[in-house]
């Protein structure tokens, strides 16, 4: 891997601290970070490099999933990283920047290929992209690349904006966009099980689909980010990227071959062929649900309305259900659902799938009904693949039965989701980052419903804490002969 400077915006944030350090740090522990790597972290305070690395220290030893090596490992790493103070609008600063990169670069002997990695708000992506592109930081003699995190955009128009002004200092292969659904085990394992198994690529179609199911249900409510998600909702917050993200990758069809550009190219016929709504058909297609008080593992919890800092009257949605099509010749006439939402009863992301049932009756004699086959794949919090079959029970008179055939990844030694992506991003793999075009038509498809949700033409059904979101989501499939997995 070429030898490189990854300059963090944000470096005394959250995430930082969170993520980012450790996902840095075990990626040296694997080997997997380059032999001359910079990382210049950049903030607001006037910290000193050693007060950086203390602090950078202090967040592994808080988040990362290895303990801290010996002092001599250690120190190795932390001398990569170096602080500089810049305020994202002073744009003499980033010449200052530039100067001390190029410092950096000329001491270690690296070549000008530069990371640069935005984990601030996401009022900040323009000026300093901007900034970047005006100072000269852009202009290197080596690569150069810009991760950022969601939000991207808050509706399509701000989305397009953000991305023409992006456009300014980046190419679009020079921009990778975090979605960290993409970074889990089970939703990159997607293709694999799709694609690198002719049984279940042989039945990855509506002949043999009856419906897809995609669930993300918390349990936790809006905690302490009442001001983002008041705003934002499960459809900006959840929906718009992650759900979108999964249902891509579980309708794209086999790619020539197995490349970044190939599979964003399947990914993104899907999201051509998703059909969209008008704001009258959100009244059908969707359900919009707002947690009211209930009990979280036997724990009294309060409504939305009563959390720190949401008004009584918000109208805000924490729960969203819909039925998506895809209208191309793999997906005709098979529904996918998809349901997201906060104080639900179980933490958990998973897929369904479930296969057409043809022999229903085979066993009416017994008065039995066979089950439909379901290939489950849960994503959170385990890493499991299951497979739901009819079988007779010969401890119970042959009588038919359901059973299911699984498979669990051990996670303890699993690398986490930034680690991967980071990883991807510094050797410049862009397959499992969001694409513009996926994004785009991503937002394409939300637009009628936030503006459905603003005219407020959609009710807003309440379902209390700890279930499984409202009645009218359980209406949702049943209109279609269908219940939730
Ligand atoms: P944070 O508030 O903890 O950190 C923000 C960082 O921005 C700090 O380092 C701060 O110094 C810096 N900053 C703020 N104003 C600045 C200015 N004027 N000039 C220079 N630096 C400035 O935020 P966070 O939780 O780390 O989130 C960062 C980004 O990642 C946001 O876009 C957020 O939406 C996104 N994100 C965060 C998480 C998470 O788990 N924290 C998850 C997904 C996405």
Known sequence: MNSMTFVLFGATGDLAKRKIYPALYNLYLDDKLPDSFSVIGLGRREWTNDI????????????????????AKMEKFLRAFH?????VGDTEGYKQLLEVIQQREAELN?????????????????IISSNIYASGLGSTKGWKRLIIEKPFGHDLQTARELNANLSRAFEEDEIYRIDHYLGKPMVQNLEALGFANPILQALWNNEYIANVQITASETVGVETRAGYYDQAGAIRDMFQNHMMQMLMMTAMQLPKRISATD???????VMDALRLLTKEDVITEVVRGQYTFGEIGAKPVVGYKDEPGIEASSTNDTFIAARLWIDDEFWKDVPFYIRTGKRMHEKSTKIVIEFKNPLKDLYAHEDKETAPNLLV???NPDSRVSLQLNSKNPLNDGKLETITIDFSANLDEVPEAYELLIFDALRGDATFFAHWHEVELSWKWVQPVLEAFAENIV???PYNAGSMGPEASRELLEQ???KWW
């Open 459 to 461: 009710p807003l059904h």
């Open 83 to 87: 602080y500089h103070a810049l305020d």
């Open 480 to 482: 279609d002969g269908f």
């Open 52 to 71: 950086f690395q203390s602090s950078v220290e202090q967040s592994l030893e808080s988040f990362s999933r290895r303990p801290l090596a010996d002092s």
């Open 263 to 269: 599979i964003r190219n399947e990914k993104r016929k």
């Open 377 to 379: 794949i849960e994503v």
């Open 110 to 126: 690296i070549p000008e290929n530069r990371l640069f990695y935005l984990s601030v708000a996401p009022e900040f992506f323009d």
